[in-house]
Nanobody, 120 residues
Framework: VQLQASGGGLVQAGGYLSLSCAAS????????MGWYRQAPGKQRELVAT???????NYAESVKGRFTISRDNAKNTVYLRMNGLKPEDTAVYYC???????????????WGQGTLVTVSS
């Protein structure tokens, strides 16, 4: 099982980017999916999460600007980021709480991270 994130890049302040993260492998089920980020010199922080039923949760700093969504048929989670600010610059990591066929135990998996850079 692995998570593959994509979509990072360089954007000017006020611009937008979309990230996606696909879970692959032999998976029985996926519960929550989400995104964390880690800026240089800072701790990793939660950005947004979404349950299998579509309930969402956002960090206060991104509410109203970021939108998380998922496609359960594709085992993919998305993050649409509008109104980007320089302080959004970070490596963004996707995360999924899922049950692999091999273990049948719910586990947390992390993607490899994708860099988002917002220039002022």
């Amino acid at each position: 099982v692995q998570l593959q994130a994509s979509g990072g890049g360089l954007v000017q302040a006020g611009g937008y980017l979309s990230l996606s993260c696909a879970a692959s492998g032999s998976i029985l089920s996926i519960n929550a999916m989400g995104w964390y980020r880690q800026a240089p010199g800072k701790q990793r922080e939660l950005v947004a999460t979404i349950t299998s039923g579509g309930s969402t949760n956002y960090a206060e700093s991104v509410k109203g600007r970021f939108t998380i969504s998922r496609d359960n048929a594709k085992n993919t989670v998305y993050l649409r980021m509008n109104g980007l600010k320089p302080e959004d610059t970070a490596v963004y990591y996707c995360i999924a709480a899922l049950t692999p066929s091999s273990s049948r135990v719910n586990q947390v998996y992390w993607g490899q991270g994708t860099l988002v850079t917002v220039s002022s």
